[in-house]
Every structure is written in C-alpha cells, then in structure tokens.
C-alpha cells in the first residue's frame, strides 16, 4: 500500500492550498481517509476524515468552515481544500487510511492502518 501526499508549500495566512494524496495497492473505496497534521515539538493532530463512499466527513474544531476533505474512488485519491489558512497551520500533514470496511470515522491516529509521508504547509503571517 502507498499513499502519497503532495500539494504542501508556503502559503500567506489567509490563504489557500489544496493538498492532494494518491492511493495505490488497496480497494480505496473501502477504507475511510482522514488527514492529520504534526507541527514542529507537538503531537500528530487530526484533521479531518471522509468516508469511504464520501459521505459522510468529520473536521477538527480548529479547521471546521476553513477546510473541506473530498475523495474520488475513480482515481483513488482525497485531497484536503485549505481556506483562510493560519500560522499555527504550519505543519506537515498526513493522509492515512483507517480500517477496511469501517463505518465509524475515527480522530484517533494509532487507530489508522496506512500512512503517507506527509507534506510540509507553511504559513506565513
């Protein structure tokens, strides 16, 4: 399984950027996705999560009404849309996927199986 994040950079608070990640080597449809983010000495954080069919999502406090998760299950891939971005977003962030066929979606990183190997989102003020 591979899962391969791209679209991170250097962003202007208030901003946008739009993450994309690529799934490969899994029946994508059948995993629920979420994106986590880890900032410099701090723990991974979620973000938000979608399930398999789309949905259904589920967003963090701190990113609801700013970023919108999506998945298309033709290509296999979910892509985060980061609006009205903030410095305290700088972090690098990651896709994963969560359990086949699980119908709950979960903010609990260690409960997820596969894992991209993030990208970097700096914001600048």
């Known amino acids: 399984v591979q899962l391969q994040a791209s679209g991170g950079g250097l962003a202007q608070a208030g901003g946008s950027l739009r993450l994309s990640c690529a799934a490969s080597g899994l029946t994508f449809s059948r995993y629920p996705m979420g994106w986590f983010r880890q900032a410099p000495g701090k723990g991974r954080e979620f973000v938000a999560a979608i399930s398999g069919s789309g949905g259904t999502t589920f967003y963090a406090d701190a990113v609801k009404g700013r970023f919108t998760i999506s998945r298309d299950n033709i290509k296999n891939s979910v892509d985060l849309q980061m609006n009205s971005l903030k410095p305290e977003g700088t972090a690098v962030y990651y896709c994963?996927?969560?359990?086949?066929?699980?119908?709950?979606?979960?903010?609990?990183?260690?409960?997820?199986?596969?894992w991209g190997q993030g990208t970097l989102v700096t914001v600048s003020s």
């Open positions: 994963a996927a969560d359990k086949e066929n699980s119908k709950v979606l979960t903010t609990t990183a260690h409960l997820y199986t596969y």
